[in-house]
């Protein structure tokens, strides 16, 4: 008599042959961070997810935070970290040791971490080849019925991309893994959010799918009420969403990441748990999925 968990794994195999097929030979950038990026098991499983991936035919593009790291390197040398409307204030020492905590230290990590799994990975900084310009980012702060913008130091937002080196890594068979900090007009640099340097990848790439891994199941109405998750949240309900002050806090971001990738012709983006161990082969092999779609 056939094993029963035995068969289970066939039917879990045979359940993802189609999306396999459908993916194989597509780019998919997932911006790796959160919780997913701090517990050791879950890194092991992300790693697992993306070797897989790799070995079935799809491109992975891997785009890293790494906000914790820099938190800690800061403490470390005295440093308190403080933020304005959620954007940390970067002077040009606070840069530098973000620079060297994405580049030097988080970077080389997960590119250690996949080539130990045979994936050949390489590290990229925004800096190399001029795959990131950059520009200085001004936080909004709302006081009463008015808002301003304030200069925070160092934090940027991306003016253009030129994708040139990972579309040649990707052809070579290599997997880029690349560290969120850009070059401005003059040379210098700037750290910016990883979701939107994602984004920002992923359209002008083209991808077929953006993942987002965070630290919640997905998109709520009510956050209070688990009842109302969504799994698909369409492009003008997104819209309509931030305006009317449905979506709070971190989720802003995340879903106007989706939102300008998708207009830059990616196919679909998720935003999903990356608590919930492979999660990203639970999103790509499975019929039903996890985390929330956001779609035109």
Known sequence: MLDISAEAKAGILVEALPYIQEFSGKTVVIKYGGNAMVSDDLKEKVMQDIALMKYVGIRPVIVHGGGPE?????????????????LRVTDEETVEIAEMVLDGKVNSEIVNLLNRRGVRAVGLSGKDAGLIKAKKKLATVYEGEDKKKVDIGYVGQVESIDTSIIRDLLDGGYVP????????????SYNINADYVAAEIAGTLQAEKLLLLTDVEGIYKNFEDKSSFVSTLHQQEAEDWIREGVLTGGMIPKVEACLRSLAQGTGKTHIIDGRLGHSIILELFTAKGIGTQVVR
């Open 70 to 86: 820099i938190t800690g390197f800061l403490k470390k040398v005295g440093k308190e970290s403080s933020f304005v409307a959620g």
């Open 177 to 188: 893994i690349i560290a969120p900090i850009g070059v401005g007009g003059d040379g210098e």
